[in-house]
């Protein structure tokens, strides 16, 4: 988690989160007294129903590639704004004496709180700026040294964690975060990516052990509730919050139904209070069904999004502001190009056809859905569209009856598809490039209508034959080739955010 991504869309993040977790603690705490549960209980329920998983959305964004679009970093930002919140909470739960025994906890529990997390966070801050990069430098050669190390720093701040009298939860997660901002960030990904997972499959078998099948039918009412309100109310809550800062529908929509279920933090809440006495086995009971089942719903709609938009977009549209458009998402003014080329998608490969545009002084106008992107291209004075072409809509902007050719980079088979075939049925003239990740894609694009189709690895092993029949025996060439492909991949940097 990069917590950096608060940075960039604060204020509908901020008030958002703020909204939809009063909103929904007060809804939890209403359902669990409506059906007989103690008001100390109720508010345990009320907290655990405020929550989103994270672990199940991100995992779903990276493998939509939706990670960068303005609903993913939507989406991101609220999850780790909820996350905060739970960590916060939790140190207030979990709190307890720490290993000196001063009995100060006793006395001034409040003011003790705050300092020893004012320690904690210090601690962490001051190790992750003069520690941790030094430490990841010395052993970043060694494969199995940095595994190690990873590990290692991991226990460090569950240690001090522990030293401090706040649970194993809290280092681990504050370990996690000074991980994710550290330079070393995508090694570390990919070292511990088997680990993660396999701890990530422990702990949803110890989330279905909570469930006691003798209590099933006692907490059924409570998870029917709590189900309902995650995989409709809850939506309706982001949807309504973020229509009033100007966002449009499609965006709207996606984040809402990104964040349509119950979090893993919410499990942690509640075995807390049951350990404490606080909650009953019924209501562990109901909120372990209800994670697990608003998960598995909640992972359909995601997968399905774009097809659940289609029959749910006049719904979104009602939440849209009437007046006021979000700063991203305004279009400036109407598309009068003729005879350009729309680039859909400036990273990496778009990037390449962008320069090339550019420096002919070719017309061509770029649709891209990450805000950042955008944000560059308009700073060189290019023309680019915030959007998503999987939002049928969006593709009344790029003035394709006027366009002589279209070329979409998107990795996703499903919008270029998309994409391709509302071309062909609107009947315009333009040319179609498309991109494909396997031969079966291809083939369906050239079926639906693209008139060339790329296929990146084919290319690149082209590329690579040509390179060596040019240069072979060439020595002098390949060596002094670092330094001229580093300034040429890190150049023009708004194509390589």
């Not at 801050?125 to 052993?139: C, D, G, P, T, W």
């Not at 701890?199 to 509730?225: D, H, I, K, N, T």
């Not at 056809?353 to 990450?370: A, C, G, H, M, Q």
């Not at 369906?444 to 008139?451: P, S, T």
């Amino acid at each position: 988690m990069d917590v950096r991504e608060l940075k960039s869309l604060g204020k509908p993040i901020l008030i958002t989160s703020i909204i939809q977790i009063l909103l929904s603690t007060f809804a939890g705490w209403g359902i669990g007294l409506f059906l007989g549960f103690a008001p100390l209980e109720s508010v345990y329920l009320g907290i655990a129903l405020s929550f989103s998983s994270t672990i199940v959305v991100v995992k779903l964004l990276l493998e939509k590639r939706d990670i960068f679009s303005l609903y993913g970093k939507l989406s991101i930002g609220i999850l780790l704004l909820e996350d905060l919140v739970a960590i916060i909470i939790l140190m207030g739960m979990t709190v307890g004496s720490s290993y000196l025994n001063l009995g100060v906890q006793n006395t001034l529990p409040i003011a003790t709180l705050m300092l020893k997390a004012v320690i904690l966070l210090a601690s962490i801050f001051i190790l992750s700026k003069y520690v941790l990069k030094r430490v990841f430098n010395a052993v970043s050669s060694s494969t199995e040294l940095l595994f190690l190390t990873v590990l290692s720093w991991c226990f460090v701040f569950v240690s001090v964690s522990l030293a401090l009298g706040f649970s194993v939860v809290i280092g681990a997660f504050l370990a996690g975060i000074a991980l994710a901002n550290s330079p070393f960030y995508y090694e570390i990904q990919g070292k511990v990516r088997p680990l993660r997972d396999f701890f990530v499959m422990l702990f949803f078998v110890y989330l279905g052990s909570q469930v006691v099948l003798g209590e099933v039918g006692r907490a059924s009412p409570l998870v029917l509730a709590f189900v309902a309100y995650a995989l409709v109310v809850k939506p309706i809550v982001f949807l309504a919050s973020l229509g009033l800062f100007g966002f449009r529908k499609h965006t709207m929509f996606h984040t809402a139904i990104n964040l349509s279920q119950v979090s893993e933090f919410s499990l942690i809440v509640m075995v807390l209070g049951f350990q404490a006495g606080f909650v009953s086995q019924i209501a562990l009971t109901a909120v372990a069904l209800t994670v697990v089942i608003s998960v598995m719903f909640s992972s359909i709609l995601i997968a399905f999004s774009r097809r659940v938009y289609k029959s749910f977009s006049g719904l979104a549209g009602f939440f849209e502001h009437s007046k006021y458009i979000h700063r991203i998402e305004i279009n400036k003014r109407e598309n009068t190009l003729k005879d350009h080329v729309v680039v859909i998608g400036a990273h990496r490969m778009g990037g390449e056809v962008v320069r090339y545009l550019k420096r002919e002084k070719i017309p061509f106008l770029v649709l891209d859905f990450n805000p950042r992107v955008i944000q560059n291209l308009v700073n060189e004075k290019i023309e680019a569209i915030y959007g998503d072409i999987g939002d049928p809509e969006i593709l009344e902007f790029l003035n394709l009856e006027s366009a002589k050719f279209v070329v979409s980079t998107a990795p996703n088979l499903e919008d270029n598809l998309i994409l391709v075939g509302e071309i062909r049925r609107r009947k315009h003239n333009c040319l179609v490039i498309a991109r494909a990740a396997t031969a079966r894609e291809a083939k369906l694009l050239y079926k639906r209508g693209a008139n060339f189709v790329v296929l990146p690895e084919m290319i690149s092993g082209e590329y690579l034959v040509q390179l060596l029949a040019n240069h072979w025996g060439d020595k002098e060439y390949f060596k002094s080739r670092a330094e001229v492909e580093l300034n040429r991949i890190f150049r023009n940097k708004f194509v390589l955010v």
